[in-house]
């Protein structure tokens, strides 16, 4: 026989399910409320504001430049800029790889840039020039040179000029930094022909589509020279030395028989 129950039994369990649908619904209402009160003092309060701008791997030019260039200030809403339009901002320039921005934490940002190698400098209206793995040639920040590279001389002709950075870009940071300067010296027969200016004293004619392969080897080669004995390394076919003093004795032999042949009636 089916048992059954009273309603005023039922009252109680009744009241109890109605009373814990009521706290549940006032628990979700003062969380909700308290989340929104939160949100808004945060952005009333400093910590919703730049307080701190990092920024990593700036050599050609100052943090500050870089800052500028962003548009951003401390005291600034954290939320009142897209990290994708400050990147986009910064790789507008020509000595700009690549940029990464970040939020960090409630109140900074980190900015982390990577900027084209520079390969050496251009003489231009009588200052020197940076130029670029990319090309680019750009004006040093304060118009103080850092002297990390040769200096490059005669190249007019862009297709040429770019020829041998390309070549740069593929050789040794160690070895590149050992060049003084670098002229364009094209010969009838070969329109790459390069004149280069080595820090120790020495001299090297090359070919520029060659220029890398031979010259990553240069350290080896000047090894096994008398240091006290500076001349000239032809790498244009082979590599080898001929020092400064056959080099003027070969040429001041050949001003003597041009000099003969004008005074020989």
């Known amino acids: 026989m089916e048992k059954i129950i009273d309603i005023e039994d039922r009252i109680p369990t009744l009241k109890e399910k109605r009373r814990r649908r009521t706290n549940k619904k006032f628990s979700i209402l003062l969380f909700l409320f308290i989340f929104t009160l939160l949100v808004v003092l945060y952005f009333q309060s400093s910590y919703s504001q730049i307080q701190q701008i990092d920024l990593e791997g700036s ?10 260039q962003t548009g951003l200030t401390i005291g600034d809403s954290m939320w009142s800029f897209k990290e994708k339009d400050i990147e986009e901002a910064l ?22 840039v990577e ?8 003489e231009s209206e009588n200052t020197l020039q940076i130029v670029l793995e990319n090309g680019k040639t750009i004006a040093p920040e304060g118009h103080i040179v850092p002297m990390e590279g040769p200096i490059i001389t005669g190249f007019e002709n862009e297709k040429i000029r770019l020829r041998l950075i390309k070549e740069l870009k593929k050789m040794k940071n160690e070895v590149l930094l050992t060049i003084s300067q670098i002229s364009y010296v094209p010969k009838e027969n070969d ?31 000047v090894s096994q020279l008398n240091p006290d004995q500076k001349g000239v390394i032809d790498m244009e076919v082979g590599s080898f030395f001929e020092p400064y003093v056959e080099v003027f004795k070969e040429t001041t032999e050949e001003e003597a028989i041009e000099d003969e042949e004008e005074e020989t009636p």
């Open 59 to 68: 050599n050609l030019f100052s943090k500050e430049e870089y800052i500028k």
């Open 91 to 112: 790789e507008k320039s020509d000595w700009v790889e690549n940029v990464q921005v970040k939020r960090k934490w409630l109140s900074s940002i980190h900015i982390q």
């Open 191 to 221: 329109k790459y022909s390069i004149q280069v200016y080595m820090n120790d004293g020495n001299e090297v004619q090359a070919l520029i589509p060659s220029f890398s392969e031979k010259m990553n080897y240069y350290p080896s080669i």
């Open 115 to 122: 900027e084209y190698k520079q390969v050496g400098y251009v």
